[in-house]
C-alpha cells in the first residue's frame, strides 16, 4: 500500500520530556510537512521540507526540531521548551512542481501528564 | 500573507438536502484551493480542488465553485448522506509555492438520517 504513515497514534508526554514523533511516506514525494492541529482552529505549519538534508520554519516553530536524512522519513521532535504541545500532529508530502497536492497522514495525537 | 475564513463553523442539515460551505481568501495571489475532508481521529482526505483557470469544477455529489473577483469559493455537496458527516476544511494557495497553504477554521457538517 502506498501512502503516509505516522505512529505513534497516542503519545504521551512528561514535564520537561523531548518527544518524536515518525512520519514515513512511501509515495516518492520530494517535500514533507508538519502541521498542527488545535480545536476549532485550522492546520499550521510547524515545519517543511523540500529535499533531503534541508527544511524551513513554519509559523509556529518555536519548541519543536526536525530532520530530514532520509526522503522518505520526517520526524518532528517536540522539545521541552514547547510549553503548550498538547495538540493533534499531522504529517504531509507532496510531489515537487507546481500546482501538487499535499496528502496528510493518519496524525499523532499527544497529550502531557 | 493569506488569511482563509470559513463559514459556517457547524452545520446541521437532514439526509437528502444540500450542503454549502463557503470560504473566502486575502491574498490575490493564490490560485489553488483544494478541499479536505476530515473524519474524527484521522488525518484529512482530499476531496476536490479547483485551480483559478476554471470556474466551478464537479465530482458526482461534490461541487466546488470558485469567485476569483469576489475571493470567494465554495464547497456544494447535494444528495447528502450520513456518511458525509465530517470535518470540511477549504485551503488556498499561490501554484507558485505550494508550501503557502492557508486552511480555513473548519467546517463541522452533521447529516441527520
Known amino acids: 500500500d502506498g501512502g503516509i504513515t505516522q505512529s505513534p497514534k497516542y503519545l504521551f508526554r512528561k514535564e520537561g520530556q523531548n518527544v518524536t514523533l515518525s512520519c514515513e511516506q512511501n509515495l516518492n514525494h520530494d517535500a514533507m510537512y508538519w502541521y498542527r492541529q488545535d480545536p476549532g482552529q485550522g492546520l499550521r505549519l510547524i515545519y517543511y521540507s523540500q529535499i533531503v538534508n534541508d527544511f524551513q520554519k513554519g509559523d509556529i516553530a518555536e519548541g519543536y526540531s526536525v530532520s530530514r536524512e532520509k526522503k522518505e522519513s520526517f520526524p518532528l521532535t517536540v522539545t521541552s521548551a514547547q510549553k503548550n504541545p498538547t495538540a493533534f500532529y499531522l504529517c504531509?508530502?507532496?510531489?515537487?512542481?507546481?500546482?501538487?497536492?499535499?496528502?496528510f497522514g493518519p496524525g499523532t495525537r499527544l497529550l502531557v501528564l | 500573507g493569506e488569511n482563509v475564513e470559513q463559514h459556517p463553523s457547524t452545520l446541521s442539515v437532514q439526509e437528502g438536502d444540500s450542503a454549502v460551505i463557503k470560504c473566502t481568501y486575502s491574498d490575490s495571489a493564490s490560485n489553488y484551493f483544494p478541499w479536505y475532508k476530515q473524519e474524527l481521529g484521522k488525518g484529512p482526505q482530499l476531496i476536490i480542488d479547483?485551480?483559478?483557470?476554471?470556474g466551478e469544477k464537479k465530482d458526482q455529489r461534490i461541487a466546488v465553485t470558485l469567485n476569483k473577483t469576489a475571493k470567494h469559493f465554495s464547497l456544494h455537496i447535494t444528495e447528502t448522506q450520513p456518511e458525509d458527516s465530517a470535518v470540511y476544511f477549504c485551503a488556498a494557495t499561490p501554484i507558485s509555492n505550494n508550501n503557502d497553504m492557508r486552511f480555513g477554521a473548519g467546517t463541522r457538517l452533521t447529516v441527520k438520517p
Open positions: 479547483i485551480r483559478s483557470n476554471v
Open positions: 504531509a508530502s507532496r510531489r515537487q512542481g507546481l500546482g501538487e497536492t499535499q496528502y
